[in-house]
């Protein structure tokens, strides 16, 4: 099994940034055949896809955060990161992560954003 945590959420105003971060763990984890992906669900809407982090390749974002979120993979520390900056209203949601190996997905339980003054 994969156990997947999320953590950093918080409040914060807008135009603050907020870093998040996501552990996975498990004695069939390997980090390094894993594709990450964030998504946030709001509020009475449906889950979207943030920022996928390919295990090769290019990190790819959706053009509602593009120029504002940046995402990173730490290998010596087996951690994704989401940085958001200039963060808007419109983003308070769920932060969930989506650690995705060996077909199999893990997510974890999220960690909540509100970004208001």
């Known amino acids: 099994q994969v156990q997947v945590v999320e953590s950093g959420g918080g409040l914060v105003q807008p135009g603050g940034s907020l870093r998040l971060s996501c552990a996975a763990s498990?004695?069939?984890?390997?980090?390094?055949?894993?594709?990450w992906y964030w998504y946030r669900q709001a509020p009475g809407k449906q889950r979207e896809l943030v920022a996928a982090i390919p295990r090769s390749g290019a990190t790819t974002y959706a053009d509602f955060v593009k120029g504002r979120f940046t995402s990173s993979r730490d290998g010596t520390k087996k951690m994704v990161y989401l940085q958001m900056d200039n963060l808007k209203p419109e983003d308070t949601a769920l932060y969930y992560c989506d650690a995705r190996t060996l077909g199999r997905d893990y997510w974890g339980q999220g960690t909540p954003v509100t970004v208001s003054s």
């Open positions: 498990g004695s069939s984890f390997n980090f390094y055949v894993t594709d």
